[in-house]
Each structure stands twice: as structure tokens, then as C-alpha cells.
């Protein structure tokens, strides 16, 4: 079973990935297969019903809206986002779905798309059905869908604990643990970033890897820049605050002056973590990385390479981006990226760890570090629960990725400072991850019944869809 760099990189739109981004794809992939087998025009009724922490949070995190798209086609990485909420609005005032654009139906947005708060599938926590009738109300499909973190979307027919879409291309140098990658490293001499660019070249001749990854870095720079420019209130009903607006002022300001102060770089990541989580909790364009809700820290800590070390460059970029996905690999296929999984250890926990890891390979590190640094960072995650208030990927999630950034530089620098020798391995930190997720009480995973969710607000709050 083969994971791409761009499965675990891919571009979206927030605020989720497995609640927005998921379901948009699941949605398509429903009404597709719908029209692959003739059978559109019979379409008259469409139903979606989502489950578990969808239905928990769903309406939060903007997977009414995502159901709505998928089923009209959009897909996350071409979607205008700028036109979403005025588009949703219409299709809700008019009650009409035009379905892969070619099919125009009644839609009843109530009626027609139930979330289910308590109700959950037995196979992981984000399912959902979706069911497609006729004018005499017969069935013409009905389909199970479970979005499994970081935009990863499997059907009904991988219920046997298959939670990556099979893809059976032959890669070079496979790979289910830490101590196979560094095995391969150092029998052919090799660091972590170079065994993951052989990979690569399974789907596509090395310079259109590059250029792909440039891309997404040009991506997640854009975001940045729209984060730091954008004002106001982020929606949903917290009434939360942008800053990355102000505090990039006040860098600036400061940048103009001599600084005394050593810890300025960390307020310039803390402002790129910001930035892109506020763009990503608006529902704006991202990179998931690996997930939505952690997809501020990659970004954060990769614009810290690029601004603050001297002999950063493009072929750094790649090779930092390499060396993450061949990390994410391990917590996609041993344990989870899923917040409504494992806890926000599994979205934050997995992207600090993939940041750490990837820094202290552009900066030197052998691959021995490279482990080291992503086992630390998630050594320092473990038990970190999921517990949006609201619902929504606002509070604490925002804070939480500009905190986990600056904790995946030190991680990267505590590592440098060593030869590689560590007591605890990445493989086991990654199995005690999946463990401690497993131990951890359903109200703690993406549901919004836990934790700051119940404890902070004394009355609830209005929460309108983002």
C-alpha cells in the first residue's frame, strides 16, 4: 500500500479536513458513481446523513456546505471559495441542487441532510450514507462513505480496517516503520528526504515532484498573505478575533527598530501559524498538512527556514516537504491523523512531529536526527485532546498550531544537539500514540462534548454554519 507526498499535501478549503474537505469528496464520489452507471436522470432525491463526530460537529465545521458541493462536483483543490457562501446561500433560498452541474433537483437542505449528534457507524467515527431515489421515491443508490483524516475518504467496502484507499503501486523502497527508513539510509546512503523523492518518481518523473511541491509552497505562502490581510471577526458565532493583522504591524514596526529581543523569530512564527489558521477557520483556501486543523504549522515552521536560516533555498523547500510526508506516513499507516479518532494528538501531534522532523533535515541533520526530532515532538503531544468550542476550528485549534510550530523548532534543535541516540523510538512514541487514542473517552475526540467545549462557555453558543 503506496502514500504520495500529495495524498498527505493536498489543497482545500477549511475549516476541516475530514469534516469539509472529506465530505465534499465523498459527496462527489456518491453522485460520480451515480452517473458512471446511467442512472442520474433518474435522480430526483437526494439524502445525506452524517454520523458520529460529523454529525457532532459537523455543522461548525461546514460539511452541509461541503455535502452541497460535492454533489454539484466541486472538488476542494478548484473550488472558488470566495463564491461559496453566496452560492450556498442561493441554493438554500431557491431550494434547487444542480447535481454534477447536469441534473437540477428540489433540495431541502432540512429535510434532506440530517446530522446525527448521538448516532455513530461502527467502522470510525466519521460516516456518513448518502441515498439517491427516484420520482416514486425507489431507491436508485445508497452508498457508505467514512472520511478518515486528512482528506482521506474510503467506502463501505474497506470495513475491515482499511483506513488508506488501496493503491498498489510498487515504490522503491516501501516502508510501515521508522526503522526500515533508516535502514535504507544508511545501507544506500541516503537521507530521509532522498528515499521519499525515489518514491515519487512511482507516479511522476522527479522535476514534476518538484515543481509540485514548489507549488504547494507558493500555496501555503499565498494563505498567509491573505491571512495577514484579512480583518474582522472569523465566523460561526464566537465572535473571534483576527490578529495576525495587527501582530504583522507590530513586526514590522519593530523590524524597523534594533530589537534587544532574541525571541522576535518565534513571534514571526507565531504569526505565519496564525495566519494561516484564520484563513483555514474563515473557510478559506489551504494546504492540508496533514490535516486543516493542523495545517499551520508546516507552513509556519517551513517559513521559518525560508526567512530565518541563511542558506535556505528551493531544493530545501522540497526536501523539507519530503521528509514530513515520509513521517505522516508513519502516523497515517500506524496510527491516525484524525482528530474524531485519536484527539487533536493525531492532527497537531502528527504535524508537529512532521515539522521537527523535516527541519532538522534542512538543517543538517543525519537521518538518525531526523527520527529523533519528529519522536520528540510527538513525545510531547501525547494525550492531546480534541475539544473545539463550538464546534469549531477556532478555539483553542488557532493558538494550539502557533504553539505546536514553535514547539517543532526547539524539537528540531534539542535533536541537533545530539548524535541520533535516544531512548525512545518513533515507531513506539507512534504506537503509544494510537494506544493513547484508543484509551481516550469519545467526549475528548472531535465532538465538542468535552473538555474546553463545556467548560468555558456558560451559555450555548449560536453556532451558524462556516
Known sequence: MAISVFDLFKIGIGPSSSHTVGPMIAARKFILSIEESKQLEKVNRIKSEMFGSLGATGKAHGTPKAIILGLEGEEPDQVDATLISKRIEKI???GKINLLGKKMIDYDHEADLKLYRRKSLPFHPNGMTFSAYDERGGEVLKKTYYSVGGGFVVDDSNEKGNYIAEDETEITYPYDKATELLEYCEKHSLNISDVMLANESAWRPENK???GLLHLWSVMQEVVNQGISNEGLLPGGLNVERRSHKLYLQL???????SDDPLTILDWVTLYALATNEENAAGGRVVTAPTNGAAGIIPAVLHYYMRFVPEADDDGVVRFLLTAAAIGILYKKNASISGAEVGCQGEVGSACS???GALAEVLGGTPAQVENAAEIAMEHNLGLTCDPIGGLVQIPCIERNASASVKAIH?????LQGDGTHFVSLDRVI??????GEDMHLRYKETSRGGLATNVLEVPVNIIEC
Open 92 to 94: 438554500y433560498s431557491v
Open 209 to 211: 515532484t518538484r515543481e
Open 252 to 258: 514590522t514596526k519593530k523590524s524597523d527598530k534594533k
Open 354 to 356: 512532521m515539522a521537527a
Open 411 to 415: 524539537a528540531a534543535r534539542m535533536a
Open 431 to 436: 504506537r503509544t500514540m494510537r494506544k493513547t
